[in-house]
């Protein structure tokens, strides 16, 4: 039921509230206003990641949620989110964590550069 704002609420139970906003045929799903994961129109889920985070996808052989652009493929700092974590609430809340702290962390670096 793609859209439902609370679906998500016991696979985030462990984790915290989330809110859900509709954005590029998909969903943002955003924790104190940083979006940390994207689910897209066919329902696959994706972490926002940084350089050290994005090992434990990789190591789970999970891809980059990708776009066109120019003909070219784009390639974003988020990733899809290993199958088993879906059943794993309390794991997944660990991950989820880790993308909050990549979310917060750019959010910073972005408003530092801003003061310059």
């Keep these: ?6 679906r ?3 696979l985030f139970q462990f984790f915290g509230p ?14 104190d206003d940083l979006m940390i994961a994207l689910v897209t129109s066919d329902d696959q889920m994706y ?4 350089d050290a985070t994005r090992r ?25 989110v ?3 974590l879906l059943d794993d609430p309390e794991e ?6 880790r993308a909050q702290d990549v ?7 972005k408003l530092r550069a801003r003061r310059r």
């Design 47 to 50: 972490l926002k990641t940084s």
């Design 103 to 109: 979310a917060r962390a750019a959010s910073a670096k």
């Design 8 to 10: 998500f609420d016991d």
């Design 92 to 97: 997944f809340a660990q991950w989820v964590k």
């Design 82 to 84: 290993p199958d088993r």
């Design 56 to 80: 434990a996808f990789l190591a789970e052989q999970r891809k980059p949620f990708s776009f066109a652009k120019g003909g070219r493929k784009i390639d974003t700092a988020y990733y899809a």
């Design 18 to 31: 989330v809110s859900v906003r509709r954005m590029f045929g998909g969903e943002g799903i955003f924790a």
């Design 1 to 6: 039921m793609a859209g439902y704002p609370r």
